[in-house]
C-alpha cells in the first residue's frame, strides 16, 4: 500500500515550497483552516532556527502523480533523549488526503528515517517540538484554531490510528469570555495573595533581564510536566523577538515575591484573526493589511500560549494565588483593549488544578487535541 505514493524527503527549495504548500488544497474547502504566512512557515523550517542546535528533522513530501498530496516530518531531540527517553523519537507536520493508503506511507517514510537511527518509539505529533505547536486535533473542528495552535480534518486520527498508532495524551483549549465575573473564593483569595507578592507588566526598557526571567519561571514551573524539554536560551530569544512585535507590554504580567521573578503569563493577540483571507502571503499588499490589523486594529481574540508559576509554590495555599494574581492582571489588559474572547492552550487533560481555575472562572472546553506513540519494532 505504501507504494501507491512517491514519497520524498524534503532535498531543495522546491520541495519544502511543496512542503509548506501542501495543506492549502487539502483544506481549500473548509472556512475554519487558516493559512499560516509562508515566510513565517520557512522561518520555522529553516536551518538557522535555534531549534537546529539540540535536534535534526527530516520533512517528507508525497507525491500523487506529480502533485504533492501528503507531508509529515521525522525528527530527533537531542535535549529530550537527555530528559526523558533515550529511544524515543518524534513525527510531525502530518497532513494528507482522505486515503488510509497515503497516512500508511508517510508514516512509514517517518518510522524508517527514525529506525535507521536507532529509535524504538514514536511520539508525535510535535511541530517541531514540544515548546512549539503540538497535538492532533480530534475534537472541535468547527471553528477555527487560534495562533500557533494547530487543525485537522475529522479523519486524520482515524487512519493515524489504523497505521497502529494509540492515544497517551490529551490536551485542552479552554475559551473564557474576557469579562468574565470573578467568583466570590478568586476575590477572598486574589485579595490574600496581593498582599505577598507584586504584579507588573513587562518591562521593555530591560528586554533581555525580563525574557530571561520569564524563560528561568517556564524551565522550572514545567520541569516535571509531560515530555518537557527545556527553551534554550536562544531559542526563547527568538520567541522573545516575536512577542515584542506582537504583544503590548501589559499583555505580558510578572509577578514577584520578596523582590523575585516567580510567575508570569502572556497573552498573544490572535494573529489567525489578522492572516486569514491573506492566503499565506504578505506580497503585495498583505503586509499593509497585516501592519493596519495588529498594530492599529487590535484583533478581538487573544491566546495564552505562556503561563507558568515556580515549582517550589506547587501545592502551597499562596501558589493557586500567584496564579489567579497574573489572570486577573492581564484580564484587566484585555478588558481595556476590547478583546472579546481568550484561549488559553494547551492545557494537560490530567492537570487538575489550572483546569479548576480555568473553570472557575468560567472557561469551557473548546478544542482537544491528542498525541500518540508507537513502538518501532
Not at 6 to 13: L, T
Not at 256 to 279: C, K
Not at 335 to 352: F, P, Q
Request: charged residues 25%.
Amino acid at each position: 500500500m505504501p507504494g501507491l505514493y512517491q514519497i520524498k524527503p524534503i532535498a531543495s527549495k522546491a520541495e519544502l515550497t511543496d512542503f509548506i504548500r501542501v495543506p492549502h488544497s487539502l483544506y481549500a474547502d473548509d472556512p475554519n483552516w487558516i493559512p499560516p504566512l509562508d515566510f513565517e512557515r520557512r522561518e520555522a523550517l529553516s536551518p538557522k532556527h535555534p531549534f537546529n542546535l539540540h535536534a535534526e528533522w527530516q520533512g517528507f513530501v508525497a507525491y500523487e502523480n506529480g502533485k504533492p498530496v501528503g507531508r509529515i516530518t521525522a525528527q530527533i531531540d537531542q535535549l529530550h533523549l537527555e530528559r526523558n527517553d533515550a529511544q524515543t523519537g518524534f513525527f510531525g507536520m502530518i497532513e494528507g488526503a482522505d486515503d488510509p493508503a497515503l497516512f500508511a506511507a508517510l508514516t512509514d517514510a517517518a518510522e524508517t528515517w527514525l529506525r535507521e537511527r536507532g529509535m524504538k518509539r514514536i511520539l508525535g505529533p510535535f511541530n517541531l517540538n514540544v515548546n512549539q505547536e503540538v497535538g492532533l486535533l480530534v475534537n472541535g473542528f468547527d471553528t477555527p484554531p487560534y495562533f500557533l495552535m494547530g487543525h485537522a480534518r475529522p479523519y486524520y486520527h482515524t487512519h493515524l490510528e489504523a497505521c497502529g498508532y494509540l492515544g497517551c495524551q490529551d490536551m485542552l483549549a479552554y475559551l473564557t469570555p474576557s469579562d468574565y465575573e470573578k467568583p466570590k473564593l478568586f476575590h477572598r483569595q486574589l485579595k490574600r495573595t496581593l498582599r505577598e507578592i507584586t504584579v507588573r507588566p513587562l518591562d521593555r526598557k530591560r528586554k533581555d533581564q525580563e525574557l530571561e526571567a520569564i524563560r528561568d519561571i517556564f524551565n522550572d514551573a514545567w520541569s516535571e510536566n509531560w515530555n518537557f524539554v527545556p527553551f534554550t536560551r536562544e531559542e526563547f530569544a527568538a520567541v522573545g523577538s516575536e512577542l515584542m512585535l506582537l504583544v503590548p507590554e501589559d499583555f505580558v504580567i510578572i509577578a514577584e515575591h520578596q523582590g523575585e521573578p516567580v510567575a508570569f503569563i502572556v497573552l498573544v493577540p490572535n494573529l489567525n484573526e489578522a492572516i486569514r483571507d491573506l492566503g499565506g502571503k504578505l506580497l503585495p499588499f498583505g503586509w499593509l493589511k497585516l501592519l493596519w490589523r495588529v498594530k492599529v486594529k487590535l484583533p478581538k481574540t487573544a491566546r495564552v500560549p505562556l503561563m507558568g508559576v515556580k515549582k517550589r509554590y506547587h501545592n502551597t495555599p499562596l501558589g493557586p494565588g500567584i496564579a489567579m494574581a497574573v489572570i486577573s492582571a492581564v484580564q484587566e489588559s484585555a478588558l481595556k483593549r476590547g478583546l472579546g474572547m481568550v484561549e488559553t492552550s494547551w492545557i494537560l487533560e490530567d492537570n487538575a488544578g489550572m483546569r479548576s481555575i480555568m473553570e472557575l472562572i468560567g472557561g469551557t472546553v473548546s478544542k482537544r487535541y491528542r498525541m500518540y506513540e508507537k513502538a518501532l519494532v
